[in-house]
T-cell receptor, first 113, second 114 residues
Framework: GESVGLHLPTLSVQEGDNSIINCAYS??????FIWYKQESGKGPQFIID?????DKRQGQRVTVLLNKTVKHLSLQIAATQPGDSAVYFC????????????FGTGTLLAVQP | NAGVTQTPKFQVLKTGQSMTLQCAQD?????MSWYRQDPGMGLRLIHY???????DQGEVPNGYNVSRSTTEDFPLRLLSAAPSQTSVYFC?????????????FGEGSRLTVL
């Protein structure tokens, strides 16, 4: 598969633990944020999103937190499983009439059994 | 439901050759885009389209051309390939309108330029 994990920050967790993946975004005008998961050899897959008028949003086993003051986004994964092993990207939508997403560099999550 | 389909999955070119990466989606999405992914650099937007007949440049458009003659198809053309264009290319689509980020990605096309 594609070695997208090379040179990426890596978070190593034990199976069953909670994972927290962090992301700093760049544009104060961004009003929509998304987390994507990319497994080896595959395209990115949508996980969860959050709008700038919220500071927290929960999904199934995942929670996204947004701190606009310091332009910081985090993804929390509860009870991490081996299937969660992947590269995780945050992305910001610069707003306006397009879906012009700008992606972060990604974090490799390695789940140890 | 096929979603976003990219062809070819793998391609090797020599410097100076031209080629087209194909992208098709069957979800009637208005928005389509091309990203390239390089190790340690995440995904960078090359070109995008908000509808048939409309295209615009992203972060790294140089060396690439696109067109959008139909809603379904959004081909990416390399007119004269360079080694710096060695990368994995992803096509993505989504519903139209602003402030929505759920892009549906294809499986990727891995291009090597020698």
């Amino acid at each position: 598969g594609e070695s997208v994990g090379l040179h990426l920050p890596t978070l190593s967790v034990q199976e069953g633990d909670n994972s927290i993946i962090n992301c700093a975004y760049s544009n104060s005008a961004s009003d929509y944020f998304i987390w994507y998961k990319q497994e080896s050899g595959k395209g990115p897959q949508f996980i969860i999103d959050i709008r700038s008028n919220m500071d927290k949003r929960q999904g199934q086993r995942v929670t996204v937190l947004l701190n606009k003051t310091v332009k910081h986004l985090s993804l929390q994964i509860a009870a991490t499983q081996p299937g969660d092993s992947a590269v995780y990207f945050c992305a910001e939508n610069l707003g306006g009439a397009t879906n012009k997403l700008i992606f972060g560099t990604g974090t490799l999550l390695a789940v140890q059994p | 439901n096929a979603g976003v389909t990219q062809t070819p999955k793998f391609q090797v070119l020599k410097t100076g050759q031209s080629m087209t990466l194909q992208c098709a989606q069957d979800m009637n999405h208005e928005y389509m885009s091309w990203y390239r992914q390089d190790p340690g650099m995440g995904l960078r937007l090359i070109h995008y389209s908000v509808g048939a007949g409309i295209t615009d440049q992203g972060e790294v458009p140089n060396g690439y051309n696109v067109s959008r003659s139909t809603t379904e198809d959004f081909p990416l053309r390399l007119l004269s390939a360079a080694p710096s264009q060695t990368s994995v290319y992803f096509c993505a689509s989504s519903y139209g309108g602003g402030n929505t980020g759920e892009l549906f990605f294809g499986e990727g096309s891995r291009l090597t330029v020698l």
